[in-house]
């Protein structure tokens, strides 16, 4: 059982008499009075009229304020209609006519108000081409049968022969289609909101004046002498969809509908023939092409340019996302470079650490040993200081006799002197080994940290080498858990390079730091007899090659890298080492100081349990 819920269908029938409704309900009649008697004046001789604009005008009332149309179009048909009919038809049929002619106007615009909002939509028809062709199509279609509707109510009463159908049909059916193509749109646009209509150019009066200027010297060579250049009428308009709007175009195009029909039923033009069938004929489909061809490309122009416009928005939207996407990455990149300079930091403090330790343990050696010998020293020194002082009194003493040098002999005794005498010496020169000790490793700090690193000096790599071994230094000797590992150096005749030495000396530490864990982690693994019968060696190769570069190969034969390890090794961020062990840095760093700092090479190769060997090639000059 199907049920109809009528209060949703209430409000789109409810004829709101509203201001609107009452002034359609006043003005319509009137229109569709003086609408009629135009069209009935400019007719065929026959009574046949070729122009019926009444219907354009219903369709663009009823979509424009919708139901409540239509009982202005019904008081107006009946009005107009009973006047009209009355006087034609004297037979007992008249008030059916009427009523039919009545009601096949209100179901026109009714039906073709539906269909237009199912199939196209709320929308206006007349601003998208597609939307053209598919509102003529429903025009087309609703009014064919509704005009066979009526003929064949008029061939029935005997108001026309049968004999006369196809004309009667075809003279009612060829211009309802085209009469509402042409006054619906300049009715709808002329009331439509201007917000989304194309803007005039500059020049716009002068261009409509020569526009109605030609269409009146065309229309007067075609309709009033013998030359059938009615058609070259269109090139003015198709001037006026691109250069002005739907709205001057679509009055243009009934202008010279009007003069066309004017002419044609008075018997001018090429469009007159004997038969009016004929006539009819050429002059709908003139008005046919002129109307379409204006209003579809009127839509194209307005489509590309309200895409324009979208386009033009969508450009300043996409400007305004990338100025905003350009400042986030900015504020990205920003912090980036904070975290890289946190990062690199960092890695210098894990170097520096490095470092530390290793001038800790090489300084501390000779600093303990001083340290210990400063209390021998101190006390050699003061029995030697109170010895010389009882000397120097003894010595003032004016009865100076062997009492006094007994005195000297027991404090001679008492400090030992031999034994100062012998011992004092070596003490001093240990303490001076010490103290030069010292004086190498800061050295080495010094030639290590480059505080000019910023600048580009001549240097001996050589020196940086050395200096990054001695910090080192403790790693290499064995202990309790660690092995020996041996140094090679084979150094080849260098000259002085340019370089950031300080961070080339970074890199060195990398190297060798990683080499050094390398061995040890293959230490781990080995038993204790191969760990005795096992020598690990680090070995540091230098040469000059192609006398501009320098080649440093430091190599190792620690327990190698697999191949998912030598893929990612200049990966920031990669490490094998245990969380807090390593930043992961030190060999993406080094590889951007060889790279991009000095414009070498750093390359590497690794075989997993034999070893790995690490290849710096640098210019010697920048």
């Not at 004046?41 to 122009?51: H, K, L, Q």
């Not at 309709?223 to 070259?232: H, K, L």
């Not at 990205?332 to 946190?342: C, N, V």
């Amino acid at each position: 059982m199907i049920r109809l819920n009528f209060k949703k269908i209430k409000p789109q029938i409810c004829f709101c008499f509203d201001q609107p409704a009452i002034l359609s309900l006043i003005i319509l009649p009137i229109i569709h009075f003086i609408l009629v008697n135009i069209s009935t004046n400019i007719a065929f001789d026959n009574g046949v009229s070729a122009f019926w604009p009444s219907a354009g005008v219903y369709v663009a009332g009823i979509l424009r304020l919708g139901w409540r149309f239509l009982p202005a179009i019904i008081f107006s048909e009946l009005l107009v209609n009973s006047w009209l009919y009355t006087s034609v038809y004297k037979s007992n049929y008249a008030f059916l006519i009427i009523i039919l002619v009545t009601c096949i106007s209100t179901f026109d615009s009714l039906i073709i108000y539906s269909l237009k909002n199912r199939f196209i939509g709320k929308k206006y028809f007349y601003d998208n081409s597609t939307d053209i062709f598919k509102f003529l199509l429903i025009v087309a279609g609703e009014s064919f049968f509704t005009s066979h509707i009526a003929i064949t109510f008029f061939a029935l009463t005997n108001n026309v022969p049968w004999s006369d159908y196809q004309i009667s049909w075809l003279s009612w059916w060829l211009p309802l289609p085209l009469d509402i193509l042409l006054i619906t749109p300049p009715i709808l646009v002329w009331t439509q909101n201007p917000k989304k209509q194309k803007p005039l150019p500059s020049s716009w009066r002068i261009e409509l004046f020569f526009m109605l200027f030609l269409i009146v010297l065309i229309s007067q060579i075609s309709f009033s002498g013998s030359y059938a250049i009615e058609y070259t009428l269109l090139p003015v308009l198709i001037w006026s969809a691109f250069r002005l709007r739907l709205k001057e175009t679509s009055l243009l195009t009934l202008l010279i509908t009007v003069i066309a029909i004017v002419g044609t039923t008075q018997g001018s033009g090429s469009f007159s023939r004997k038969e009016t069938l004929e006539s009819l004929i050429l002059l709908q489909s003139f008005i046919g092409v002129f109307a379409l061809t204006t209003l579809v490309l009127s839509a194209t122009i307005k489509e590309n340019w309200w895409a324009e416009i979208q386009l033009k928005q969508a450009n300043e939207n996409l400007e305004e996302r990338v100025k905003k996407r350009t400042l986030e990455l900015q504020e990205t990149l920003a912090e980036l470079q904070l975290t890289q300079t946190q990062i690199i930091q960092s890695e210098k403090m894990s170097s520096l650490g490095q470092l530390v330790a290793g001038v800790a343990h090489e300084i501390n050696n000779p600093v303990n040993f001083i340290y210990g010998n400063i209390t021998y020293l101190k006390e050699y020194i003061e029995n030697l200081l109170n010895l010389i002082s009882l000397y120097q009194q003894n010595q003032k003493c004016d009865n100076y006799d062997n009492s006094h040098n007994q005195e000297i002999q027991n404090m001679t005794a008492t400090i030992d002197l031999n034994f100062v005498m012998d011992d004092l010496p070596k003490i001093i020169n240990s303490m001076e080994v010490g103290t030069e000790r010292i004086r190498d490793i800061v050295r080495a700090l010094r030639n290590f940290s480059r505080m000019d690193e910023a600048e580009v000096k001549k240097v001996n790599i050589h020196d940086g080498i050395e200096s990054t071994l001695l910090i080192l230094q403790h790693r290499l000797k064995a202990n309790a858990d660690e092995p020996e590992i041996k140094v090679i150096r084979d150094y080849g005749d260098l000259p002085l390079v340019e370089c950031y030495a300080g961070q080339l000396n970074q890199v060195f530490m990398n190297i060798i730091v990683n080499a050094i864990d390398a061995i040890e982690e293959s230490h781990i693994q080995l038993s204790k007899v191969e760990r005795k019968e096992n020598l690990y060696i680090i070995k540091i190769i230098t040469s000059l090659i192609e006398n501009n570069w320098i080649e440093i190969i430091l190599s190792d034969n620690g327990k190698g890298m697999p191949e998912h390890i030598k893929n990612h090794i200049f990966d920031p961020f990669f490490t094998t080492k245990e969380i807090g062990k390593g930043t992961g840095m030190g060999m993406a760093i080094s590889y951007q100081i060889i790279t991009e700092k000095h414009g070498g090479k750093l390359e590497f190769n690794s075989q997993l349990g034999q070893g790995t060997e690490f290849k710096i090639t640098i210019p010697v000059k920048q």
